[in-house]
């Protein structure tokens, strides 16, 4: 089974500061990842997305997120917080597949940007 | 790019009544529909999967009675919510998947029931 750990609810950074949210996941096999933001009452957005290929992602928004094999993970960062990042952050993780597979959401990290 | 187009964003019903939440693929064939709800201040979690044209595949826990799910073509799924309580308040969101497009969410729909 697939599971995903999001480390800290809640982060709080500084307008201008590096954003950091932390992702491990759990796979049987190489799975797909993903990163999405979602604002307060709203749906979710697609920031970046791993499959194959490079693993150093690029998302919308400065955002990227580096898929290391070794340590489990696929943290997302971003180099300088602007205050219209404040929003709730999933990551997710899927199997490839031919039909579609069910998302495995973590639990969420709330980001806060403070001016 | 890929849309799912979900309706209503928004609704409040009263207690023992029926909402209807459409999703539809606007610009390609979702072959696979996956329903998820998120209660307050929680995560997403599967409800069930449907498939074009078969019955739905309901996750542990979820009363396939209660919450209905049609798919009858590779645009539209629909979601029923029957005889809602407030327990079923909740924030619902489909993703639908097609072989060209990938995974497509829709925008959700807030349902409050009174």
């Keep these: 089974a697939q599971s995903v750990t999001q480390l800290g609810s809640h982060v709080s950074v500084s307008e201008g500061a590096l954003v950091l949210l932390r992702c491990n996941y759990s ?11 979602q604002y307060p009452n709203q749906g979710l957005q697609l920031l970046l997305k791993y499959t194959t ?7 919308i928004n400065g955002f990227e997120a580096e898929f290391k094999k ?46 | 790019g890929a849309v799912v187009s979900q309706h209503p964003s928004r609704v409040i019903c009263k207690s023992g009544t029926s909402v209807k939440i459409e999703c539809r693929s606007l610009d390609f064939q979702a072959t696979t529909m996956f329903w998820y709800r998120q209660f307050p201040k929680q995560s997403l979690m599967l409800m069930a999967t449907s498939n074009e044209g078969s019955k739905a595949t309901y996750e542990q826990g979820v009363e396939k009675d209660k919450f209905l799910i049609n798919h009858a073509s590779l645009t539209l799924s629909t979601l ?35």
């Design chain 1, 70 to 115: 070794s340590e489990t993970s696929f943290h997302l960062t971003k180099p300088s917080a602007h205050m219209s990042d404040a929003a709730e952050y999933f990551c997710a993780v899927t199997l490839p597949s031919n039909t579609g597979n069910q998302f495995y959401f973590g639990t969420g990290t709330s980001l806060t940007v403070i001016p």
């Design chain 2, 80 to 114: 029923t919510v029957t005889s809602a309580h407030p327990e079923d308040s909740s924030f619902y969101i489909c993703s639908g998947w097609g072989a060209s497009s990938g995974y497509t969410f829709g925008s959700g729909t807030r349902l409050t029931v009174v």
């Design chain 1, 53 to 59: 290929g490079a693993t150093l992602v690029k998302g």
């Design chain 1, 27 to 37: 796979s049987s096999v190489p799975p797909y990842l993903f990163w999405y933001v």
